[in-house]
């Protein structure tokens, strides 16, 4: 217990110095023409000559990966170093981890490794016996994968052996994708599958021309498939066809980003695209494009955030694409959406890593990096006080089924189990 008290009040003296010790990352009073506010900023302790290769926002955690394979945990509502492990090693990038439940996978060439998603505790580390092709997703009960070996294959966390495995047309290196009992993936060779995630069982399948290398997303709209064949295809989740279809001018490498209404898809050719999601009554299918355009990083009600290819915050008229407000972000090239929140994620390669918000939103204080830092109580803490709680002489489920008669057991078998006998 001494030594954990010890690492948060180390941690939280590196998040307040780190956030309280240096100048803004992004020019204050830029933020506030904007209507933003610098929430929290975060120089991560890198080594001399590591550098930041992949930042990924997953549910309400920041994950950062050096290229020789360390990842920092930090939690995204107050941007608090909750833990730093060497996940794996030079060469080997770190693919985008799931969370299932309290713990975090990730998926490694031919293993899965498994730690503790608020303090980073290894849990298990389970050997893959084909080459791993795109990162997991998981429907918290069971996670899916995609392999080289042209199979998905779904795994319990807990369990070394796959519950069940399927086999597709193309490698699998695009993630796949979830959308209540059904599971969604695609081959390299252009082909999307859908089955029911509890047992593989066939639901339908839809042939598209170019390659699928960028992860599949689903909402109830539908499944969204980025190809190489520079289009953005919306396939019906209920029977696979054809709903809608928007060309580029090149290869779609990345996921679009999904908001009710628009679509945005980065294009290299040309910017990032905001595409009406709408699949009747839809005049025009693109809205407008950007092509100083990089990803999405929020919306709200009337207005688009985007990271520039040029390293600045565009704050752009949802409804016509207009920019409103060019805000500067100098070294910043790792954006990381949250449709889902009006909040503003971003990296940079030298380790900083900063977030902003509407102006308004509440302040971080000191006890909430400390709860932060603390984590959920974990579920064998919750059984250890519920058992100490537990009132003497109260029985629990499993001694109501426990017979209170004294003796061995009376009867026998019944006719039916007499006559069920194996041979």
């Given at each position: 217990m001494p030594q954990k008290v010890a690492l948060i009040c180390a941690l939280l003296s590196?998040?307040?110095?780190?956030?309280?010790g240096e100048g803004d990352y992004v020019d204050s009073s830029a933020l506030h023409e904007a209507g933003l506010v610098k929430y929290w900023q975060l120089s991560l302790p890198l080594q001399p000559g590591q550098e930041i290769a992949d930042s990924y926002l997953v549910d309400d955690q920041v994950y950062t990966a050096t290229r020789d394979g360390y990842v920092y945990a930090i939690d995204a509502r107050t941007g608090t170093i909750r833990w730093v492990k060497q996940v794996t090693t030079a060469g080997y990038r770190v693919k985008q981890?799931?969370?299932?439940?309290?713990?975090?996978?990730?998926?490694?060439?031919?293993?899965?490794?498994?730690?503790?998603?608020?303090?980073?505790?290894?849990?298990?580390?389970i050997e893959t016996r084909f080459?791993?092709?795109?990162?997991?997703?998981?429907?918290?009960?069971?996670?899916?994968?995609?392999?080289?070996?042209?199979?998905?294959?779904?795994f319990y966390p807990d369990q070394d052996f796959e519950i069940w495995k399927s086999r597709a047309n193309g490698q699998i290196v695009s993630r796949p994708a979830l959308l209540g009992k059904h599971l969604y993936f695609a081959g390299d060779d252009g082909s999307v599958y859908a089955c029911v995630a509890k047992d593989k069982q066939f639901y339908w399948r839809a042939r598209r021309v170019g390659s699928i290398t960028a992860d599949l997303v689903v909402d109830d709209n539908g499944v969204y498939v980025a190809s190489r064949d520079?289009?953005?295809?919306?396939?019906?989740?209920?029977?696979?066809?054809?709903?809608?279809?928007?060309?580029?001018?090149?290869?779609?490498?990345?996921?679009?980003?999904?908001?009710?209404?628009?679509?945005?898809?980065?294009?290299?050719?040309?910017g990032l695209a905001a595409i009406n999601t709408g699949t009747v009554g839809v005049e025009q299918r693109v809205r407008w494009i950007l092509p100083r355009g990089r990803k999405l990083l929020t919306v709200d009600g009337k207005r688009a955030y985007v990271l520039s290819r040029d390293e600045s915050i565009l704050i752009a008229g949802l409804d016509d694409g207009k920019i409103l407000h060019d805000v500067p972000a100098p070294g910043f090239t790792m954006p990381m959406p949250s449709p889902g929140v009006a909040a503003?994620?971003?990296?940079?390669?030298?380790?900083?890593?900063?977030?902003?918000?509407?102006?308004g939103v509440p302040i971080v204080l000191a006890e909430d990096i400390?709860?932060?830092?603390?984590?959920?109580?974990?579920?064998?803490?919750?059984?250890?006080?519920?058992?100490?709680?537990?009132?003497?002489?109260?029985?629990?489920?499993?001694?109501?089924?426990?017979?209170?008669?004294p003796g061995p057991p009376i009867g026998g078998k019944s006719k039916v189990s007499k006559e069920y006998t194996s041979d």
């Open positions: 590196l998040s307040m110095s780190a956030a309280l981890p799931c969370h299932d439940g309290n713990i975090i996978i990730f998926v490694l060439p031919s293993v899965f490794v498994q730690y503790d998603r608020y303090s980073g505790r290894p849990i298990r580390s080459p791993t092709g795109s990162a997991a997703i998981s429907d918290g009960f069971r996670f899916y994968i995609g392999g080289i070996d042209q199979k998905v294959y779904a520079h289009s953005l295809y919306l396939l019906d989740p209920a029977f696979g066809g054809l709903r809608w279809r928007t060309r580029f001018s090149g290869p779609l490498y990345e996921p679009p980003i999904i908001t009710p209404e628009v679509v945005f898809q980065y294009c290299p050719d040309e503003l994620y971003m990296a940079s390669r030298d380790g900083r890593v900063f977030c902003a918000r509407k102006r400390r709860r932060a830092l603390q984590g959920p109580k974990s579920t064998e803490d919750e059984s250890a006080t519920a058992a100490e709680e537990q009132a003497p002489g109260l029985a629990t489920e499993e001694d109501h089924l426990k017979s209170k008669r």
